[in-house]
T-cell receptor, first 112, second 111 residues
Framework: NAGVTQTPKFRILKIGQSMTLQCAQD?????MYWYRQDPGMGLKLIYY???????DKGEVPNGYNVSRSTTEDFPLRLELAAPSQTSVYFC???????????FGPGTRLLVL | GEDVEQSLFLSVREGDSSVINCTYT??????LYWYKQEPGAGLQLLTY???NMDMKQDQRLTVLLNKKDKHLSLRIADTQTGDSAIYFC???????????WGAGTKLIIKP
């Protein structure tokens, strides 16, 4: 199993540009999550999904959108990038019946 | 809302024990976690404890939970240079979907 994979590893965006951060897991986990990690801060939940076709907002959803058309994939969309979205983004997944989340390696995003 | 607090830094000498502390406010907390993040890497689950336990030991790691004081600690025995990382405390409560994270404690190892 590859576990949780994220692409790209690093990206620089100009203000106002759009991009999609990809996340995939091959463990057949129902639950998937997107977090952002800012320096000196804990992780903040952006969006989460409890299964294909079902998504919901977390603590900091503004400026982002998600979709979950398959169990494996959970892309995060930034429509109009802003400097405040400069952060490290982590995707995670967990199986139903377990509270343990498995994390991807992260995507570093710089918005200039 | 619920909150998890940690000190931002801890400095210890190689070979000593490290004790990283965490306090939380959620009285309905069910699971509490310690994650490790090495520089430039993702988060790795170190260990977790159920809220009905007060201690869990796993090789060099000992987790202590004081539910009355809402205090969690992670003790690393015989700290090595490879233990240098940021350690995150997190908890999950009755909501069952959202982990609440501390800001992380950076463990610095002195030779």
């Amino acid at each position: 199993n590859a576990g949780v994979t994220q692409t790209p590893k690093f990206r620089i965006l100009k203000i106002g540009q759009s991009m999609t951060l990809q996340c995939a897991q091959d463990m057949n986990h129902n639950y998937m999550y997107w977090y952002r990690q800012d320096p000196g801060m804990g992780l903040k939940l952006i969006y989460y999904s409890v299964g294909a076709g079902i998504t919901d907002k977390g603590e900091v959803p503004n400026g982002y959108n998600v979709s979950r058309s398959t169990t494996e994939d959970f892309p995060l969309r930034l429509e109009l990038a802003a400097p405040s979205q400069t952060s490290v983004y982590f995707c995670a997944s967990r199986p139903g019946g377990s509270e343990t989340q498995y994390f991807g390696p992260g995507t570093r995003l710089l918005v200039l | 809302g619920e909150d998890v607090e940690q000190s931002l830094f801890l400095s210890v000498r190689e070979g000593d024990s490290s004790v990283i502390n965490c306090t939380y406010t959620d009285s309905s907390s069910t699971y509490l976690y310690w994650y490790k993040q090495e520089p430039g890497a993702g988060l790795q689950l170190l260990t977790y404890i159920f809220s009905n336990m007060d201690m869990k030991q796993d090789q060099r790691l000992t987790v202590l939970l004081n539910k009355k004081d809402k205090h969690l600690s992670l003790r690393i025995a015989d700290t090595q240079t490879g233990d240098s990382a940021i350690y995150f405390c997190a908890e999950i409560g009755d909501s069952n979907y959202q982990l609440i994270w501390g800001a992380g404690t950076k463990l610095i190892i002195k030779p």
